[in-house]
T-cell receptor
């Protein structure tokens, strides 16, 4: 079957750095995406990795290793507004397969 | 620029009732999607439309039907609602979609549906 695994919850301190991991097992793979969703809101796109390596967008970076079927989202200089759920999603055979999401809790 | 607009925002149905969720996008996107999101789970694809005039089943299509009315609009219909369809529904669109693309989806604000 197809599956994505990510931690259900991560806690970090304001100003710190946090990494959210995602491992996947899918029948097809064309890229790994990350989305942010605040409580009661809609998912919003953060980043996409189609090739191995690191992609950086401001305070957020995303990494992919296709050989390890693994990726991560790195959030730096955490702010309280970063408190949200973060989803990894694999582009597989014309569909996005989503992980269950990681709830990021930020403490002052 | 409204992006993706879906209606209604909230709906309560009795078992067996029918309803249609409406979705429209103004970004001239080719692909549109309907997802459901249940507590503690990721989004699950119900149906998608890769382009105007085509629709395909996703991961959980049973109990639903869709219509791609034109390039802008993609509706989701529940013919006979069941309690298992209680969920938050999201409509989304993307420029191209499909294999090998930078799959950046734009989402509507969601519909909270309760079936009693």
């Amino acid at each position: 079957g197809q599956s994505l695994e990510q931690p259900s919850e991560v806690t970090a301190v304001e100003g710190a750095i946090v990494q959210i991991n995602c491992t996947y097992q899918t029948s097809g793979f064309y890229g790994l995406s990350w989305y942010q969703q605040h409580d009661g809101g809609a998912p919003t796109f953060l980043s996409y990795n189609g090739l191995d390596g690191l992609e950086e967008t401001g305070r957020f970076s995303s990494f992919l290793s296709r050989s390890d079927s693994y990726g991560y989202l790195l959030l730096q200089e955490l702010q309280m507004k970063d408190s949200a759920s973060y989803f990894c999603a694999v582009n597989s055979n014309y569909q996005l397969i989503w992980g269950a999401g990681t709830k990021l809790i930020i403490k002052p | 620029n409204a992006g993706v607009t879906q209606t209604p925002k909230f709906q309560v149905l009795k078992t067996g009732q029918s309803m249609t969720l409406q979705c429209a996008q103004d970004m001239n996107h080719n692909s549109m999607y309907w997802y459901r999101q249940d507590p503690g789970m990721g989004l699950r694809l119900i149906y998608y439309s890769a382009s105007e005039g085509t629709t395909d089943k996703g991961e959980v299509p049973n109990g639903y039907n869709v219509s791609r009315l034109n390039k802008r609009e993609f509706s989701l219909r529940l013919e006979s609602a069941a309690p298992s369809q209680t969920s938050v529904y999201f409509c989304a669109s993307s420029e191209t979609g499909g294999e090998g693309t930078n799959e950046k989806l734009f989402f509507g604000s969601g519909t909270q549906l309760s079936v009693l």
